[in-house]
């Protein structure tokens, strides 16, 4: 068992006080904490909640981009035994309200946030409010005025491994978003296990900017560095990304496919693909171009390279390795405190696969669903236990939704989600996410969205990245010639009938994209239920017409 989380955070107190831990750019200067400085001001802060009476058990909401201040607010709740209710940054205030109305939030810490304007409207009226010390940020208290307040002499509340940790919400694919409830157990479990089955090594530097509401940016990088001993990097900024990056020059690094996708979009715009491909065939031009590329990127001292959150293609990941970055896909879920499957450092990804089973992870499948049985299991939905009955089988295996495979290597494959198969007219059942995989191996392809449910045959619906500088013509002839690609690799009731261009961008706040950007196909064939109605010919470009060839329209 590994040693309790709180007593893992005052390990690192006693054993490293002067090892660096957070570095936050602020107004384009980088501040620092020290492990002795974090846990000083955390305790303060705890101590200012005790003030505004906050008691064991309460619980207290915290809705910010990532920051250094996120962590610290974090291991204050964790050494007062204060139940920490993560928002994802980019929640409208329908959901924050929601969330803090069915958690019973008794505070809402606020940070950094991309439209507060609109999104505090969520919070009720009366909630207590703690405005973290960011432009933008705003709360009946401030943060620097109540941590100067207090002498950092705050006692740790013991907490028992079965107590309630944090209640970490779902990202709402599939609904409205279910409180997971994970004990302090489990988040120790997780920062333990995931730092050795990777490899962490002491000093090792990571660049956090996925959000720390989500499940795996929670497990991999802020309960990892208790035990892992890493320092964490921010961004300050959309604007300054690039910037924080390069600056910080991680040595694990982990991203979504999109971000993944986007990254290759900003190589190709400096090196062309047929370019690209002439000088990786040259030895040593090729070994300068990859250094090249991953020091623009601020990717030159990376060792460990993941992807997760949703699927990702394997031309993708197979590009990426052409570049000297292997990318290994991950899996896990919010229900499993991200826990499942990875490899660690040194191992070699096998592509179109989510590695293997984790140390301690017990994987099986049943009835083509991935079942997964893990000591970081949650204890089940708040306030909902009939739901959390119900995901679980009588062995106590969690009922993923997820279809899948195992190899006789234990590498495990996953072909979508249980209820995602759609069935056509032709009565045959087809599952979209490989198909959707095998359309974004054309560079143009963003994202693509495969519906198909009572019609003859499936349609796909997809997202371009930019195409500046190509023409309308020749952005159709290459997406004809990756649909008959497609369809010559698939059964006869899964080829697709057209390729419908979507001008609308999908986005997190025009909800269709989740908060880790994962596509939301409901409510993506609903938006344009009419447009697949008038769509005819090979490749239908919204507001442009169809073409069956290569003309323009």
Partial sequence: MPRPIQEQIEHRVAETPDQPYLFQPIDRTWWQWTW?????????????????????????????????????????????????????????????????????????????????????????????????????????YDWEDLIAEGDGQFPTRRAGEDEVATLLYTSGSTGDPKGAIHTYSSFAFVGASLSGAIGVRAGDRIFSYLPLAHCTERA?????????????????????????????????FGSVPRLWKKFQLGVLESVPQKRLDTLLRIPVIAWLIRRKIKRKLGLDEATWFASGAAPIAPA????????????????????????????????????????????????RIV????RIRCPSLMKGYYKQPELGEETFDDEGFLKTGDRASIDEDGWVTITGRVKELFKTTKGKY???????????????????????????????????????????????????????????????????????????????????????MKIKRPEIESRYRDLVEESDGKVYVQGRGRTGDDSDG
């Fill in 36 to 140: 002795a400085d974090a846990v000083d001001e955390a305790r303060r802060f705890a101590q200012a909640l005790d003030r505004l009476g906050i008691e064991p058990g309460d619980r207290v909401a915290l809705i910010s981009k990532n920051c250094a201040h996120w962590v610290l607010a974090d291991i204050a709740m964790l050494l007062s035994k204060i139940v920490s209710v993560p928002i994802y940054p980019t929640a409208n205030a329908g959901t924050i309200e929601k969330v803090l109305r069915h958690s019973g939030a008794k505070a809402c810490i606020v940070g950094k946030l991309e439209d507060a304007e609109r999104q505090l409207d969520g919070i009720p009226e009366g909630m207590t409010t703690i405005a973290l010390p960011y432009p933008g940020a705003r709360g009946n």
């Fill in 430 to 516: 087809v599952a979209p996410v490989p198909i959707e995989s095998r359309l974004a191996k054309n560079a143009m392809v963003e994202q693509a969205c495969v519906i198909g449910e009572g019609m003859d045959q499936p349609i796909a619906l997809v997202q371009l990245a930019d195409t500046e500088g190509s023409s309308m013509r020749e952005v159709r002839r290459r997406l004809k010639e990756t649909l008959d690609s497609v369809n010559e690799e698939l059964e006869s009731h899964e080829r697709l009938a057209r390729v419908i261009v979507v001008r609308e961008e999908w986005t997190i706040e025009n909800g269709l994209l989740t908060p880790t």
């Fill in 220 to 252: 991999y990088v802020e309960a990892g560095s208790f035990y892992g001993l890493t320092s964490l990097y921010f961004a300050e900024s959309l604007d300054t990304f690039m910037d924080d990056l390069q600056h910080a020059r991680p040595t694990l």
């Fill in 316 to 363: 993708l990941l197979e590009w990426w390795s052409r570049l000297g970055v292997p990318i290994s896909e991950g899996w896990g879920m919010t229900e499993t405190f991200a826990y499942g499957t990875q490899i660690g450092r040194g191992e070699k990804p096998k592509f179109g696969t989510i590695s293997r089973a984790l140390p301690e992870a017990e994987i």
């Fill in 367 to 370: 009835d083509e669903e991935l």
